[in-house]
């Protein structure tokens, strides 16, 4: 609840992402299941967050792994039931954890009865709720727009003698939010998950809900605030929810629209600034650009910046979509201290942060070196269009080791058991590289593990107000091997300071950083920073709690 100082409860509590697919098999299908989460749940209680963000559960076809779905009020059957959902609430509710659901409602599965109606007949109510075009006056399509998975935008169908636009691939049909009874519809549905006791939703590419099609504006068109200002006024308006929104396209220069205190929208919104800057301008995600830690730093204090007194950070480096952060932001060869380092950075700034999971144990990616390894719809199809336009299958090969969403999908690594304690079954996709060492059991049988790190960068959060309100300000920021920052509150100061690289560092800190007091994050051993000059050993990690140091 909003208290009298505005605190939130989600101010001080940390995220744990769940792709429930690839978490834990309860029934040896070779797929994550909804009660294999709740069997899990001991190990999340243990590291201490305050939600899990529930990748789709939804019924679907899976064309997409669930952000295809053909009936928003059930859930998938190779997930389990809806008593199941519901046990897994009350469960978590039990440990304090509540459940945020993934809300995927710029689309819908093209097997959605919704859309079996509407591309029965244009009379149909249902027709209007999709983005129907004519064909171009000599037949095809009506235009040249492409679908984000490959293809065409324009899905054609014969029944109406219409193409419908489908803005990720033609499993996924566009809804269109311009119809009012679409929008209550969603609304509704949003009430009957949060009448089962949820505590918010994760809104799935929510900048694309106003687009203009015929203009190509697809982030944040013109109606897109309009339209969560109604779905605030309909759902959330009053409830104890947390809502973040997931958006590409948001800037700097907009942020505020969705998240800033007064506008009755969302709490934060996951911005990509920090992933997009990594990306080849012309070949995207599968061209990766090196790591480039002055230009990161750069992006992460921005935002700091720009979020500093309203609107709220969602902190996080990687998710279903994304590398693992070892290996895209770390180091496969300090693996352990490169995952402590980058959760020390991340943690420790002013925002909400969110784990994904298997990050708490360091995982990295997949590994994976032949196509026939690869099940994500976005790989394969941007697969067969690279190689039809003559890139070598050993080129995209390359990129796709490195930025395949699948390399986040892998199963969950348990223990060095059978398919890494996954499931009894044949996994869906196949294990990332490493597993027998690198799993839940054998991490916390090491004292100096990264679950043990995690576990007590949640606690800092729940415990120290420095944490979640003190002022930031970075330091050091043109240097390419150090990340460094202080946060600030009232007479204390808490300096952070980590080397990203595989190189030791000496580097002269400025007086604000100069703290002496308690060393809350160390991980190589107690360092003076009050000297003034620090030697950091490759992916070591800092965090001191003193007094400002008088001027
Ligand atoms: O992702 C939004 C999105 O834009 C991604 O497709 C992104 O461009 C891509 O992953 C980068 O590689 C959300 C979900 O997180 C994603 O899993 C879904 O596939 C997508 O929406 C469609 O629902």
Redesign the pocket.
């Known amino acids: 609840m909003q208290t009298a100082t505005g605190a939130r409860w989600w101010h001080t509590a940390t995220g744990y992402q769940v792709y429930p697919r690839s978490f834990a098999d309860s029934d040896g299908d070779g797929m994550g299941d909804v009660p294999g989460i709740t069997g899990k749940l001991d190990h999340l209680a243990d590291l201490g967050i305050g939600f899990i963000w529930l990748?789709p559960v939804y019924a679907s076809p899976m064309a997409?792994?669930g952000?295809?779905i053909s009936d928003y009020r059930d859930i998938a059957p190779e997930f389990g039931t809806l008593d199941d959902f519901d046990r897994l609430v009350a469960q978590a509710h039990a440990r304090g954890i509540g459940i945020v659901m993934d809300l995927?409602v710029?689309?819908c599965s093209a097997a959605h009865p919704w859309f079996r109606a509407a591309r029965a007949s244009r009379d149909a109510p249902e027709h209007d709720w999709f983005i129907w075009r004519d064909p171009a006056p000599g037949g095809g399509p009506p235009d040249d727009q492409r679908a984000?998975?490959g293809g065409s935008a324009w899905l054609w169908v014969p029944e109406v003698g219409r193409y419908c636009y489908c803005h990720?691939s033609p499993e996924?049909v566009d809804l269109n939010w311009d119809t009012p009874a679409l929008r209550a519809e969603i609304y509704d549905m949003m009430r009957w998950w949060v009448g089962r006791g949820i505590a918010g939703f994760r809104m799935?590419?929510i900048s694309l809900i106003g687009k203009d099609v015929d203009a190509r504006i697809y982030e944040e068109g013109p109606r897109l605030h309009a339209y969560l200002q109604e779905m605030h006024r309909e759902v959330l308006a009053g409830r104890d929810l947390l809502t973040i929104g997931?958006s590409?396209g948001v800037s700097r220069d907009t942020a505020l629209l969705y998240c800033g205190r007064d506008r009755g929208e969302l709490d934060m919104v996951f911005q990509f600034t920090h992933i997009l800057e990594g990306w080849d301008e012309v070949l995207g995600?599968w061209r990766p650009r090196p790591f480039d830690l002055v230009a990161f730093k750069r992006v992460m204090d921005d935002w700091q910046e720009t979020l500093a007194d309203d609107g709220w950070n969602a902190l996080f480096l990687s998710?279903?979509?994304?590398p693992r952060q070892v290996s895209r932001y770390g180091s496969e060869r300090y693996r352990k201290d490169s995952a402590k380092a980058l959760a020390t950075v991340l943690h420790l700034m002013k925002g909400t942060p969110f784990v994904y999971q298997g990050e708490e144990i360091g995982m990295t990616n997949a590994g994976f070196t032949r196509i026939d390894q690869y099940r994500d719809l976005?790989t394969l199809g941007h697969y067969s269009e690279q190689i039809a336009e003559g890139v070598s299958p050993g080129a995209f090969l390359e990129g796709a080791a490195r930025?395949s969403?699948d390399n986040s999908r892998t199963p969950m690594q348990w223990n060095a058991g059978e398919n890494a304690g996954f499931t009894s079954g044949t996994p869906w996709i196949g294990l990332a590289q490493g597993w027998p060492e690198v799993n839940v059991a054998a991490d916390r049988a090491d004292p100096g593990g990264v679950v043990a790190h995690y576990r007590r960068l949640i606690a800092m959060r729940k415990e120290l107000p420095i944490v979640v309100h003190g002022r930031y300000r970075p330091f050091l920021r043109g240097n390419a091997q150090v990340m460094a920052y202080t946060r600030s509150l009232g007479a204390e100061v808490l300096a952070v300071i980590a080397n990203l690289s595989e190189e030791p560092c000496m580097v002269e800190l400025p007086a604000p950083m100069r703290v002496s007091g308690e060393a809350l994050v160390a991980t190589h051993g107690v360092r003076d920073l009050s000297a003034g000059e620090v030697t950091l050993a490759p992916y070591e990690a800092l965090a001191v709690l003193g007094p400002e140091a008088a001027r």
Do not use: P
């Not at 998710?319 to 994304?322: A, R, S």
């Open positions: 990748s997409d792994n952000y295809d995927v710029n689309h984000c998975f990720f996924q799935d590419v997931e590409w995600k998710n279903h979509d994304l976005e930025f969403r």
